[in-house]
C-alpha cells in the first residue's frame, strides 16, 4: 500500500490557508486515522500549514509511534488531552484563528474553547477532510472491496445454517462470528435481522422474535478491513414465497440492478436516487421507499456523499456508495438490497456480490 499521508497533509493545508485560518484542532478519530494513520480511541489532531502535532495519552504510547512513525509529532498527555491542547498551541506562537470540527465537537468540550481556550479566535469549520476523504484513492478501494468479500462470506458460511424456529438473535449471533472467523476487525455496526412484520422496519435491531416460515427475513451488516467498511443487505424468505412476496421483491431487485448499473459519475446525488425511485414508483410501489437510495462508505459506514432526492452534491470518481432501495408495508413486511459501488470514472464497479435473487431457507 502506498503511503498517501503526506499528499493528503498537502491537500489539507493548502484548505487551511484557503480558509485563511492558522490552524485547525481536529476531534474526530476518522479524520485523525485518515490523516496520521492513528487508530486509537482517544487524540487531539492539530494541523496548521506547516506544522502536525497529535495528543493522546499513555495507553497508546506504543501504537502511536507504530501507526504514526514523523507524520506528526507526538505528545503523549498525562493530565487531559485539552490540558495538552493548551499547552501546544501555547507553543506555537504565530497561531491566532483556530478552526474546530464543529461536526465532531461536543457542546461541553466547545465550552472548553471558551474558556480554558480563550486567548485563541475560534472559528468552526465543516467538511474540511471529509470533503478529502470522499474521493478514494485505489488502496482504499481495495481495502473497502476486501471488507465486502469478507462480509459476502460471511453471510454464505451463515446461511447453511438458518432455520425457521431460531430468533434474530440467534441468526446475528451465528453470522458475527461468521465475520470474525472471515477477518472483520469488528462490526462497523450491530448486524440488523428482522423478520417477518419487522422487516418493514428498516433500521430494526435484532429481537428475540423467532423466525418463522412465511417470513421475509431481512439481514443488514457489514464487515471491516484495514479501517474500511462494507455495508451490504440481503432479504431472503423462509420456505416457499407467496406471489405478494416475489413480486416486492422483484421490483426492489430490478430497482437495486438499474442504479447500480447506471449511476455514474457526474450526477448529483439526486439524480442518483431517481434511478431506483422512478423505477418503483412507476411499480406502483413509491409509497414504500420512504428513505434515500444510500450513502457513501469509507473509513465511517455513513459518509460523503449521500444519494438522496434532496442531495445537489456531483457525485465524483473516486467515491464508493451504497445502493440500498427497498419497499417496506407496516404489519406485512420489507425487502431492501444493498450493494457497495465504486463510481470509476469508466461507470460503476460493483464491490459486494451475493445472490440477489430471492433465496428460499427451508
Ligand atoms: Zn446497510
Ligand atoms: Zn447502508
Known amino acids: 500500500m502506498t503511503d498517501r499521508r503526506r499528499e493528503r497533509l498537502a491537500a489539507l493545508s493548502s484548505r487551511l490557508s484557503a480558509e485563511k485560518i492558522d490552524a485547525l484542532v481536529l476531534s474526530s478519530l476518522a479524520n485523525i486515522r485518515y490523516l496520521t494513520g492513528f487508530s486509537g480511541s482517544s487524540a487531539l489532531l492539530i494541523a496548521t500549514p506547516s506544522e502536525l502535532h497529535l495528543i493522546t495519552d499513555f495507553r497508546y504510547e506504543t501504537q502511536v509511534a507504530d501507526e504514526v512513525g514523523d507524520i506528526a509529532q507526538v505528545r503523549i498527555e498525562p493530565v487531559s488531552l485539552w490540558t495538552g491542547l493548551w499547552g501546544l498551541l501555547q507553543s506555537i506562537p504565530s497561531v491566532e484563528l483556530v478552526g474546530f470540527e ?12 471558551l474558556s480554558q481556550g480563550s486567548r485563541w479566535q475560534w472559528r ?7 470533503d478529502l476523504r470522499e474521493t478514494k484513492d485505489e488502496d482504499e478501494i481495495t481495502l473497502i472491496l476486501e471488507a465486502g468479500a469478507i462480509a459476502t462470506n460471511a453471510l454464505a458460511r451463515t446461511f447453511p445454517s438458518i432455520h425457521a424456529g431460531m430468533t434474530e438473535l440467534e441468526i446475528a449471533g451465528v453470522l458475527e462470528k461468521a465475520l ?9 455496526f450491530p448486524p440488523i435481522v428482522a423478520s417477518g412484520p419487522r422487516s418493514a422496519l428498516p433500521h430494526a435491531r435484532a429481537s428475540s422474535r423467532v423466525v418463522e416460515k412465511g417470513d421475509f427475513l431481512l439481514i443488514d451488516f457489514g464487515a471491516q478491513h484495514g479501517g474500511y467498511c462494507s455495508d451490504v443487505t440481503r432479504t431472503f424468505v423462509m420456505g416457499v414465497p407467496t406471489a405478494e412476496q416475489c413480486d416486492v421483491f422483484g421490483v426492489v431487485r430490478d430497482a437495486n440492478h438499474i442504479a447500480a448499473h447506471s449511476i455514474r459519475v457526474g450526477m448529483t446525488g439526486a439524480q442518483a436516487d431517481a434511478l431506483a425511485r422512478s423505477y418503483i414508483e412507476h411499480c406502483g410501489h ?15 459506514v455513513h459518509e460523503a456523499p449521500r444519494l438522496a432526492s434532496t442531495a445537489k452534491v456531483v457525485l465524483r470518481a473516486g467515491s464508493v456508495v451504497t ?24 461507470g460503476p464497479q460493483i464491490l459486494t456480490n451475493f445472490s440477489r435473487e430471492l433465496l428460499e431457507i427451508v
Do not use: K
Request: aromatic content about 6%.
Open 286 to 300: 413509491g409509497e414504500g421507499f420512504g428513505h434515500s437510495l444510500g450513502h457513501g462508505i469509507g473509513l465511517e
Open 102 to 113: 464543529s461536526a465532531h465537537l461536543l457542546h461541553r468540550d466547545f465550552q472548553r474553547l
Open 323 to 346: 445502493i440500498e432501495p427497498g419497499i417496506y408495508r407496516p404489519g406485512w413486511g420489507g425487502v431492501r438490497i444493498e450493494d457497495d459501488v465504486h463510481l470509476s470514472a469508466n
Open 124 to 130: 468552526p469549520q465543516l467538511n474540511l477532510v471529509e
Open 180 to 188: 470474525r472467523d472471515e477477518g472483520s476487525e469488528e462490526a462497523p
